[in-house]
Structures are given as structure tokens and as C-alpha cells.
């Protein structure tokens, strides 16, 4: 009888300190914490995303992402503050217009820092001097493409005063209006510069050459969600974070899942999609300030809020260099 009760006991000790082993573990040891990861375009820059969701990068690392398209700016914007989804990746301008304006969002990891943009103009203009009293169309005043022709304009000499640049729609519809000439030039991202070079369409420049950073694609969440939600925010950069790696070296992975995500067999626009972005990507994927700094710049010309920010007040690399000092980002390169 003795030994029994000796039995018992001990397995009743063992069961008590497994139970509170588990109760110091973050949740996402032993259940998948659900993320929704609102993102901005179907283009080859968002590859790592898709690639974390297609691997099961994000289940390896105790999260439940779900991407989901937001192509709508303020809609995304609102979607994160409401936490109906918890991440934003895409271009950072949308949030720093929110941020600037008192919204909780803050820019965690940026895996696409450079220009992404090509000037496309109607074959008329044969230098950027001929721009001058001419429209440039673009997706929405202070947006992205606004910004890019601002730059373009820039590096020029040319004073933005001396051009119209006016509202245009999409690429697609922008590109349409560019061969019919009812546009002098645009703004136009992959596969829809190649699609203008292939109709030919002079690209009087192509931005992402010039050197410059951009935020092209952030991931961006909410500083209440970062403080509450910090183990969740870790899991899910590791996960885009391998991501972004595959892409990189691995272009057979990549390209099967560009033409899932694309929708598309060509591989002419599929092999042109991995060598445009996979080169660019930043891997680990910190922020350049100097993008973030050119975004507020342009944000200040009419916006009183955002003159004189400084980019550092809109980013938190907090966990990536933990993931660093832990030999999370060298171990992956092994």
C-alpha cells in the first residue's frame, strides 16, 4: 500500500510541474495564434507573404496567417486600427499618412526598400525637358505614384509647378490612356512597364536605378498590438522573414508560387517578376530610414503635421534585433 501511495504521488508531482511549465510558455507554443496580414497589391514584391502562406512558414513559427487583398489605402488603414487584421504590408505612405495624423500604426520590418517605379512617356518626349507643360497621370494625389513622379521630377531639375499631374486610375487604365495619347507620361510598376516597353513605350527612367530608398513594402501593425501581442509579432516577422529568404535563393519555390498568386503560366512575365524583386528584397528586413524620410519630406509639403518628423519616431526595430542577437537570421543562411 505504501508503494501505490509512493506512485501516485510522484506522478501527481510530475503532472503539477508539467502543468506549470506550460503555464510559462507564450501562447503560441501550444495553440496558433489567427493574424490577418492586409496587403496591397497582386504584384511580385508581395512574394514573401505568399510564400510564407504557401510553405507554412507562418504554422512553423505558431501563427495563423491569412493574407488578404486591401487594395483600398484609407480601408486598409482602418482595418488595422479596428484590428480586423493586425498586420499591413504594402507601400509605408499609407501609414505614415495615418501616423502623422495620431493613428497607432508603426513600421516593423520593411523587406522591399527600394523604387519599384518606371516614368513611362509617349514617344513624342524625347527628353525630360519636354515634359514641361505636360500631364503626368497618376493613381491619387499624395499617393505612391504621386510620389514617384515628384522624384522622377527631382533628379531631373524640373519643377514640379511646370507639369500637371492629375488623377488617372489604375495601372492598367493608365497605361490604356498612355498608347491611346489621351496622357503625355505615367507611372507604372511591373508587369505593366514591361507590357508599355513590349507596346513601345519609351520608360524615360526607371526609379528604382536612381539609388534611393522607399519603403516599397512594409510591415506595419499598431503599437497596442505590438505591446500586447509581442510574441505574436515575433512569430510572424521570423515567418516573413524565411520568406523573404527563399525568395532570394530559391527561384524554383518562388516562381511556382508567383504563378499561383500572379494567376499566370508566362514565363517570360514570371521570370521577369522574380528577377525584378528577388534582387531588390532586403534580407533581414530593416527599415532604411532614409525611404521613411522621403515619404514625410513629401508629406510635409501639405501636411503641417508631418514637417519636420523624423523617421525613427515611425519605426520599431525592436524584435528584429533581437531575432539578430539570437542567430535567427544567420542560422537560416546555413
Known amino acids: 500500500m505504501i508503494m501505490k501511495f509512493s506512485i501516485r504521488s510522484h506522478e501527481a508531482c510530475l503532472l503539477i510541474t508539467l502543468l506549470m511549465w506550460l503555464g510559462t510558455l507564450p501562447v503560441s507554443a501550444y495553440a496558433q495564434d489567427r493574424i490577418k496580414a492586409a496587403y496591397d497589391g497582386t504584384s511580385g514584391q508581395q512574394t514573401p507573404l505568399w510564400l ?12 495563423e496567417g491569412n493574407p488578404v487583398l ?3 489605402a484609407p480601408v486598409r488603414m482602418a482595418s488595422l486600427a479596428a484590428n480586423e487584421s493586425q498586420f499591413g504590408v504594402g507601400a509605408a505612405i499609407a501609414p505614415l499618412t495615418a501616423a502623422v495624423a495620431g493613428a497607432d500604426s508603426i513600421i ?16 513624342n518626349i524625347r527628353s525630360p525637358q519636354d ?9 491619387s494625389l499624395g499617393g505612391a505614384t ?22 488617372a486610375g489604375g495601372s492598367s487604365d493608365r497605361l490604356v490612356s498612355l498608347m491611346a495619347h489621351r496622357m503625355t507620361a505615367t507611372i507604372l510598376n511591373e508587369p505593366y512597364s514591361q507590357m508599355a516597353r513590349k507596346a513601345g513605350i519609351p520608360i524615360l527612367l526607371d526609379l528604382g536605378e536612381l539609388g534611393e530608398g522607399f519603403p516599397t513594402v512594409s510591415v506595419v501593425t499598431t503599437k497596442k498590438f505590438l505591446a500586447n501581442k509581442r510574441e505574436s509579432v515575433k512569430q510572424f516577422l521570423k515567418a516573413i522573414s524565411e520568406g523573404v529568404y527563399i525568395f532570394k535563393t530559391d527561384r524554383e519555390r518562388s516562381v511556382k508560387t508567383l504563378a499561383k498568386w500572379l ?7 514570371l521570370d521577369l517578376a522574380y528577377r525584378t524583386h528577388a534582387r531588390k528584397m532586403s534580407f533581414p528586413p530593416y527599415t532604411d530610414p532614409s525611404g521613411v524620410q522621403a515619404v514625410l ?3 510635409g509639403r501639405s501636411r503641417p503635421e508631418a514637417k ?27
Open 146 to 167: 504621386h510620389l514617384a513622379a515628384a522624384i522622377a521630377l527631382k533628379h531631373w531639375g524640373i519643377d514640379e509647378k511646370s507639369v500637371t499631374i492629375r488623377p
Open 263 to 269: 494567376r499566370t503560366n508566362d514565363q517570360e512575365l
Open 108 to 123: 516593423v520590418a520593411t523587406y522591399h526598400n527600394k523604387h519599384l517605379a518606371s516614368f513611362a512617356v509617349s514617344p
Open 131 to 139: 515634359l514641361k507643360g505636360k500631364d503626368i497621370g497618376v493613381t
Open 70 to 72: 486591401i487594395m483600398n
Open 308 to 334: 519636420n518628423r523624423k523617421a525613427q519616431e515611425f519605426i520599431d526595430e525592436g524584435i528584429l534585433k533581437e531575432l539578430e542577437r539570437e542567430g535567427f537570421f544567420s542560422a537560416l543562411q546555413k
Open 297 to 299: 519630406d513629401f508629406l
Open 52 to 63: 510564407a502562406t504557401d510553405l507554412g512558414l507562418f504554422k512553423k513559427y505558431g501563427v
